[in-house]
Every structure is written in structure tokens, then in C-alpha cells.
Nanobody
């Protein structure tokens, strides 16, 4: 079973960039559909970006043109490149792996966008 560890969060000024990484342990990483979610204080967790094992990608509207999801199956890692960050992007970001009915989560990494 895959275990997920996120990294790369932090404090950044508006307009800045961060790259989040999600490293997966275990086998069969390439078989999983991967996604990044976020949860801001007092709000529900929402899907930010996702990539399927077949390579399809989708983004929530608020991040289109600013965020890019990618995966490196050789490194068992999925990335989220975040550019032109806004204060409303502030949240805990979670990595998710899905295979059939199995859904696995990382521990989350805090992203704070503030001047």
C-alpha cells in the first residue's frame, strides 16, 4: 500500500511561487490516480488538481493558468507547481492517491500567502 509524504509548503508573498512534492512509498505508484487537495480554515476540503494514471489532468477553475500538476513515476512523486500565489490560496495542501475504492492521504503541508 502506498504511503504519502508532502513537502514544500511555507510562507510566500503574494505573486510568489512554491512547488509542493508528494513522495510515495510502496509499489505500483504508476497505477494510482493522484491529486492535490486543500483545506482553508473553516472551509471544506477541495480538489485543486488531479492527474490520472493515463495522464489526464484537471484543475479547479480558481487555479487554472497558475498551478501545474505533474508526476514522475520513476521517482514515485507528484508535484504541484504554484505560481502567482494569492492570499486566498492559503490552506493546508494534501496529496491524495486513488486506486479503485482505495483512497490514501498524506499528512498535509501548510501554504501561507501573505505580505
Amino acid at each position: 500500500q502506498v504511503q504519502l509524504v508532502e513537502s514544500g509548503g511555507g510562507l510566500v508573498q503574494p505573486g510568489g511561487s512554491l512547488r509542493l512534492s508528494c513522495a510515495a512509498s510502496g509499489s505500483s505508484f504508476s497505477e494510482y490516480n493522484m491529486g492535490w487537495y486543500r483545506q482553508a480554515p473553516g472551509k471544506q476540503r477541495e480538489l485543486v488538481a488531479a492527474t490520472t494514471r493515463g495522464g489526464s489532468i484537471n484543475y479547479t477553475d480558481s487555479v487554472k493558468g497558475r498551478f501545474t500538476i505533474s508526476r514522475d513515476n520513476a521517482k514515485n512523486t507528484v508535484y504541484l507547481q504554484m505560481n502567482s500565489l494569492k492570499p486566498e490560496d492559503t490552506a493546508v495542501y494534501y496529496c491524495n492517491a486513488r486506486f479503485g475504492v482505495l483512497s490514501l492521504w498524506g499528512q498535509g503541508t501548510q501554504v501561507t500567502v501573505s505580505s
